[in-house]
């Protein structure tokens, strides 16, 4: 049996902030590079996933099994595959460079740097967990860090923001949990195991199906809406914008770059394998708020003054392509969608890393003290249009590969969402070019910002990963879309079966049910 | 890999290694060593098209090189792959040749600047994006390039990015093109799902099959309510792809980024806003030209715009007073000729005339910078005049630029706008579609009246009759270095030469530039192809009278503009209804303002409206209510705890804690 990757990675992070908490209080600095090492580490013990994955290979790999609370039918089983695997890298690769922008955090550091260690552990273990239960621990542990950065470590209104996000997680996700729970017992085979559930529940063949009509859509729809909060889908977006203001610069990174990722992971890993009829039948539904959020979310970046504000509020647009991508059941859109979940951490962290590099010399972020940045900080200029151009999906970049399969995807499937998704791609480009002239271009209009220094080391080695990044996925995409393609198409190929099947049974059982009430009838 | 291709494959990255050379180390280089690296590269990827242009010219056949699998999803697979055929290798050395003389003409107009190493940064860029796009072999990398050309061009609009102005002109012409560019990207997800392939060769070569061929004629409803129109799917491909062509070749509706992106440097605009950006729309319809020619309604259209798009931009030419505006002008109007030849069936009419007006419109942009720089950045024309000694050679060269673009015989340009506008009327002349040939005919003639009375204004306002500007400024003027005036003398050579490369059959010439395309593009309609080999007589015809015609509109604009100079104020004065038009034609027939009231502001206002009322008064009311009733019971906690967030997580445990023993242990057991 090979080594115990993933088990390491769930481990290391939390044995780094046990050590980080530990510490003294007084030895800041200390804390500091305990936390980079242990992210550092992280990340290095994760390069075999990229190395070692079998990309042609179908279903999990590096799979670890144990029972757990056998009397509950919980078990800890944790593995990735071609739709995971490069999340999990996305999240070990953006965490030591979160330790690394929180550099010049002063206030209460190690618990901070603990809180970021550990809610690591919780994102990775909620992107591997294949036991539902199991995912649903790691899924609510990630909550409590994640509301301690916003909340401790925020701006002016945190407590306002981090009670939002409070509030819209947790209403999204108690219904799920009972739905879990329900599923689990009327599954009947006591186990949270996500395939046997899965199967149990979408019984091959002519055995009953253990959920009605009703108890599928209403399971579905729990999982959904715990999944839509946090992609998030509009109109549940609204806590989105007052988090990033509010989140320190790593905190917006890592709540953009993975933690939304974890809404349009679950529709894609729980949601709609389990209940593949409900989910054909919601399709058009999330399809049409998709492209509300693309357009929605567009114009909102339009209204905006503050650069935080602004890009979540791209987010939702971007995220908006992945769902769409989703539903479309196409293998183009779906890849386009995987990859695009990956360059929207990528781009989206990038930038928020921008906007860190000014808030940290001037702290504000509004657009109006900015202007004629490019004459002091030219190189930080080059970076910023190079990672805008990411965002607005210009070829060459990372950012046009994932939109262009969606789109190309979903037009194959469904014409008119993919003509309305597309003008998301004009939108974007006038929101973007307005936010970067009116930071960069122009005359620098306030004497404060005259003599701002240029990107400094530390910043570099944040942002130098980034930018390498999208380059490669968008000159050579084929690294990355030869891991995800061959799990996309297994994974369609089911849920078209699944959704097939399911149909059919109903129809089936449909008749069957009229003819036996006629029958009564005539009786 | 036979040596041509191992060149093919050198052309565009030479040009890409000289934009990563002076975008890394371009403060290490400096500015000579700057400008000496970004020239060299575009000199050495013309050097490298050579051995390409001698395979294609010698054998008539492509040269080809694959590079890499890039994008392979289920069933899309799309090769990074150069090729190099009939078509693409005019654009090759349009492209190579007249850059490698901008880039050179660039290091004297720029050499006083403070950023020259990032000028050529983005200039070098911009011919990588342009190569990709005219030698990629499928549609995909053309949209690379497409989009690739479109962001140097934003970069290089707004190169004096201190100035807003300049930025936002800038910004203006990638959000335009970005329009275009969704119908493109339409077009190209249309395409993809009828031919599963975005390879020329392919979607050529499948054109012939009957089931594809059913598919693209199929006709399918709109679906815009209360209007029942139908369509065949080509019809809409085409057009979705159109709409591309008239964001990056600024026609109607999408022109109105090309006037401001005048806000660039001289050179920029003389290399990408006249002699090849903008032509790439040109170039792709010729791409597709089978394609395009199965959806006649489309042809119709192209027609149709361009001849509107050329006396539109022609009249607006008329009123301008800034040099670089009256050739911006120019540049729509006669890109506007080759789309009205495109859309008669006259691909390689249009494609001549992209090659001729590469020579002479590159040449009259370099020659109105030649003026620019040596007046120390004086733009507007009624501060020139007299410049004729001062500056004799730029003079000269732009003297032989005007009489090409102006049609007057045996320059460049009277030979491509001959073919157009023969096109153009060969419905009527022929007898074979009156009306439709006689409106075409119409626009296009006009057009060309107007173009040779513009340019002859420009010229005798810049150059002749006596100085207007302060004489400081006069004498001060000096001619260009060599650096300067060597390629206007050398694009000058071609605009007199080039035409003879196609000398029509009626004058006894062997039209060599269209049998030379011949196979690459459609002939479309077959009969009007055939026609013009039997009406000689007519062709003559139309050749005197447009001659005739380019001789009035030179003459008129001499006489006036040197002998009467204040007749245009006087008939203005005296006939108030000519002066209302003439505002009008002045303020450019107010369509930025009218974009500005129809498109920017209500998007703008819908955007913030949105925002106040579903984001932050219904969304976010709903949820504040929610939170004041959370606050209220955290605020009974916050008496047993301090610390008001620590409160709600451990609340929060608490409360999941509770929930999951609940399920467990009461509903498991039961």
């Given at each position: ?7 390491a990675l769930?481990?290391i992070?939390?044995?780094g902030a ?6 003294p209080?007084?030895n800041?600095r200390?804390?500091k ?7 550092f580490l992280?990340?290095l013990?994760?390069?075999?996933l990229?190395t ?11 799979v ?5 609370v056998p009397?509950?039918g919980?078990?800890?089983?944790v ?6 695997v490069?999340?999990v890298l996305?999240?070990t690769?953006?965490?030591p ?6 550099w010049s ?5 190690k618990d901070?740097?603990?809180a ?7 994102m ?8 539902l239960?199991l995912f ?7 909550l409590?860090?994640?509301l301690l ?5 925020g ?10 996000f ?6 999204g996700?108690?219904?799920?949990f009972v739905?879990?729970?329900y599923i ?13 559930l ?18 599928a ?7 959904a809406?715990?999944?839509a909060v946090k ?6 977006h609204?806590?989105l ?8 610069t790593?905190?917006?990174v890592i709540?953009a770059g993975v933690?939304?990722?974890m809404?349009t992971y679950?529709?894609?890993r729980?949601?709609?394998p389990i209940?593949?009829?409900a ?7 999330l399809i049409?708020?998709a492209?509300?959020g693309v357009i929605?979310?567009s ?8 650069m935080k504000k602004?890009?979540a509020y791209?987010?939702?647009?971007h ?5 769409l ?6 293998d183009?859109?779906?890849?386009g969608?995987i990859l695009q979940?990956v360059?929207?951490?990528?781009s989206?962290?990038a930038l ?8 940290e010399?001037r702290?504000t972020r509004?657009l109006?003290?900015?202007?004629g940045?490019?004459k002091?900080m ?5 970076v910023?249009?190079?990672?805008t151009?990411?965002s607005?999906g210009l070829p ?6 994932g939109?262009?399969?969606i789109?190309?995807g979903?037009?194959e ?6 003509i309305?998704?597309s003008t998301?791609v004009v939108?974007?480009a ?7 002239q ?6 620098v209009t306030?004497?404060e910002?005259?003599?701002?220094g240029d990107?400094?080391?530390?910043e ?7 930018l390498f990044?999208i380059?490669?996925i968008?000159v050579?995409?084929n ?5 995800i393609?061959?799990a ?8 078209r079966?699944a959704?097939?099947h ?10 069957r049910a ?10 | ?8 494959a050198a052309v565009p990255?030479l040009?890409l290694a000289?934009?990563l050379?002076?975008?890394l180390?371009?403060r ?8 000496a690296v970004?020239v060299a590269a575009?000199?050495a990827s013309?050097?490298f098209?050579?051995p390409?242009a ?7 056949e492509?040269v080809?090189?694959?590079l890499?699998?890039w994008i392979?999803v289920?069933?899309l ?6 090729l190099?055929?009939?078509?693409s290798?005019i ?14 003409y ?5 050499a006083?600047?403070?950023s020259?190493?990032r000028y050529f940064?983005?200039l070098n860029l911009?011919?990588?994006?342009m190569l990709?796009?005219v030698?990629?072999?499928?549609l995909l990398?053309?949209f690379v ?11 290089l609009?707004?190169f004096w990015?201190e100035d807003?102005?300049k930025?936002?002109?800038g ?5 335009v093109?970005?329009i275009?560019d969704f ?6 997800f ?8 975005f ?8 054109l012939?099959?009957?089931n594809?061929r059913?598919?693209l004629l199929?006709?399918?409803?709109l679906?815009i309510p ?15 792809l ?5 964001g ?5 509706p999408?022109?109105?980024?090309l006037?401001d992106a005048?806000a660039g440097p001289?050179p920029v605009?003389?290399?990408i ?5 903008v032509?790439?729309?040109i170039?792709?319809?010729?791409r597709?030209?089978?394609l ?6 489309t042809m119709?259209?192209i027609a149709?715009?361009?001849g ?5 931009a022609?009249?607006m030419?008329l009123a301008q ?20 030849a495109?859309?008669?069936g006259?691909f390689s009419a249009g494609?001549?005339?992209v090659?001729t ?14 003026v620019?720089?040596a007046?120390?950045?004086e733009?507007?024309?009624?501060r020139?005049g ?7 050679a ?11 673009i102006a049609?007057?015989?045996?320059f460049?340009g009277?030979?491509s706008?001959?073919e157009?506008l023969?096109r153009a009327w060969?419905?009527y ?6 009306g439709?040939g006689?409106?075409?005919g119409?626009?296009?003639?006009f ?13 005798t306002l810049a150059?002749?009759?006596a100085?207007?500007?302060s004489?400081e400024a006069h ?7 060599w ?12 605009s007199?030469a080039?035409g003879?490369?196609?000398v ?8 060599h ?7 690459v593009?459609?002939?479309w309609p077959?009969i009007?192809?055939?026609?013009q080999?039997?009406h000689h007589g ?6 005197t009278v447009s001659t ?7 003459g008129f604009?001499?006489w006036i503009y040197?002998?009467r ?6 008939v203005?004065q005296?006939?108030?209804g000519?002066?209302r038009v003439?505002?009008?034609i ?19 206002l819908?955007?913030f409206?949105?925002?106040i009322?579903?984001?932050?008064l219904?969304i976010?009311?709903?949820i504040n209510?929610?939170?004041l009733?959370a ?6 906690a ?6 008001a967030?620590?409160?709600y ?7 999941a804690?509770l929930?999951l023993?609940y399920f467990l ?6």
């Open positions: 049996m090979s080594a115990p990757i993933l088990s769930l481990v992070p939390v044995a046990a050590l980080v908490a530990l510490l209080r007084e800041a200390e804390a590079l305990a936390a980079l090492l242990t992210a992280t990340f013990v994760s390069i075999p990229w070692q994955f079998r990309p042609g290979d179908i279903g999990m790999q590096f670890e099994t144990r029972a757990w009397a509950l919980l078990t800890y089983k593995g990735v595959d071609g739709i995971s490069l999340l996305l999240t690769l953006l965490m460079i979160c330790v690394l922008a929180s955090i002063s206030d209460r550091v901070y740097m603990a970021f260690l550990i809610l690591e552990s919780a990775i273990g909620s992107f591997v967990a294949q036991d239960l649903y621990v790691f899924w609510e542990a990630m409590i860090p994640m950065i916003i909340g401790v470590w701006g002016r209104r945190r407590v306002y923001a981090a009670l939002k409070f509030l819209f997680t947790v209403v996700s108690l219904p799920m739905a879990i729970l689990y017992f009327k599954a009947g085979a006591h186990t949270f195991d996500l395939e046997t899965r199967a149990s529940l979408n019984p091959a063949g002519d055995a009953p199906l253990p959920l009605t009509v009703t108890a859509r209403w399971c579905f729809f729990a999982f809406l715990a999944f992609v998030p889908l509009f109109p549940l609204t806590w914008p007052d988090a990033h203001v509010e989140a320190p790593a905190g917006s709540l933690l939304l990722k809404g679950g529709l894609l729980f949601a709609i209940f593949p009829g989910a054909a039948e919601f399709a058009p539904a049409s708020l492209v509300i929605y979310g114009l909102m970046c339009l209204a905006q003054e503050d602004l890009i791209s987010s939702v647009a995220l908006g392509f992945c769902v991508g989703m539903f479309v059941w196409n183009k859109a779906l890849s969608s979940m360059n929207h951490g990528i989206t962290g928020f890393l921008c906007v860190g590099v000014l808030y010399r702290h509004l109006e003290d900015f202007g940045i490019a002091v030219p190189w930080y200029a080059a910023l249009i190079i990672v151009l990411s607005i060459g970049t990372n950012g046009f590969i939109e262009f399969l789109l190309l979903t037009f499937a469904k014409k008119v969402p993919a309305l998704a998301g939108l974007g006038t929101y973007m070019l307005w936010m970067a009116r930071v960069l271009f122009g005359r306030h004497e910002n005259e003599n701002l990107l400094r080391g530390r570099w080695a944040t942002l130098l990963p980034l990044l380059f490669a968008g050579v995409p690294v990355f879309l030869h891991r393609a061959p996309v198409e297994d994974y369609n190929r089911q849920v079966a959704i097939h399911d149909q059919e049974r109903r129809a089936e059982e449909k008749s009229e003819f036996e009430r006629h029958g009564g009838a005539r009786k | 890999m036979n040596e041509a291709s191992r060149c093919l990255f040009c000289g934009f050379a002076n975008g180390l371009g290490r280089l400096g500015r000579n060593g700057g400008a970004g575009a000199i013309f050097l098209s050579i390409v001698r395979e294609v010219f010698s054998t008539g492509a080809k090189v694959d890499f699998a392979d289920a069933d697979q799309v090769k990074f792959a150069f190099c055929d009939r078509l290798v654009m090759l050395l349009i492209v190579t040749g007249v850059g490698s003389l901008i880039h050179l660039s290091a004297g107009y720029m006083h600047d403070a020259v190493p940064s983005y911009f011919m990588f994006s990709l796009l030698l990629g072999d499928n990398l053309m390039g497409w989009e690739g050309v479109g962001l140097c061009s934003y970069l609009i707004g990015f807003p102005e930025a936002y002109a910004r203006k012409a990638f959000i093109n970005r275009g119908g493109f990207a339409l077009g190209l249309a395409i993809f799902m009828v031919f599963h392939s390879d020329y060769e392919t979607i050529r070569a499948n012939g099959d009957s594809i059913g598919r199929s006709t399918f409803e679906g209360f209007v029942d129109v139908k369509m065949s799917l080509v019809c809409a491909i085409t057009l979705a159109f709409l591309g062509a008239t990056k070749s600024a026609q109607i999408l022109y109105v980024w006037p005048m001289t605009s003389a290399l806003h006249a002699a090849t950006m032509t790439s729309g170039y792709m319809v010729c597709l030209s089978h395009f020619v199965m959806a006649p309604p119709d259209i149709g715009v361009g509107a798009t050329a006396v539109f022609a009249l030419a007073n800034d040099i670089k505006k009256v050739l911006a002008y120019s540049t729509v109007s006669q890109l506007g000729l080759m789309f009205l495109l859309g008669t006259g494609f001549f005339h090659f007006h590469a020579f002479f419109k590159a040449l009259l942009f370099l020659g109105a910078g030649s620019i720089h007046l120390s950045g733009q507007d024309l009624r020139m007299g410049l004729k000694d001062r500056l004799p730029t003079f000269a060269t732009m003297l032989i630029g005007t009489v090409a049609g007057i015989p045996p460049a009277f030979f706008k001959d157009i023969w060969e419905g002349l022929t007898g074979r579609n009156i439709h006689l409106i075409l119409l626009l296009g003639s057009a060309s009246a107007l173009t040779a009375f513009y340019m002859f204004r420009l010229l150059f002749l009759g100085p207007r500007g004489a004498s001060h003027a000096h001619e260009s270095p650096t300067m005036t060597l390629p206007l003398t050398i694009l000058a050579i071609c007199v080039a003879f490369l196609n029509p059959h009626a004058l006894h010439g062997s039209a530039f269209s049998a030379w395309l011949q196979p593009v459609a002939a077959e009007a192809t055939a026609a080999a039997s007519a062709e003559i015809g139309l050749m005739l015609i380019a001789f009035g509109g030179s604009a001499l040197l002998k100079p204040g007749l245009p104020a006087e203005i005296k006939s108030p000519l002066g003439y505002a009008v002045r303020d450019k027939f107010y369509i930025d303002e009218a974009y500005d009231r129809i498109v920017v502001r209500p998007v703008k819908t955007a409206t949105l925002w009322f579903v984001d932050v219904i976010d009311t709903l209510v929610a939170a009733i606050e209220v019971i955290s605020e009974a916050r008496r047993l705890q301090d610390g967030v620590g409160t997580a451990v609340w929060f445990l608490a409360g804690m929930l023993g242990f009461v509903l498991g057991a039961a």
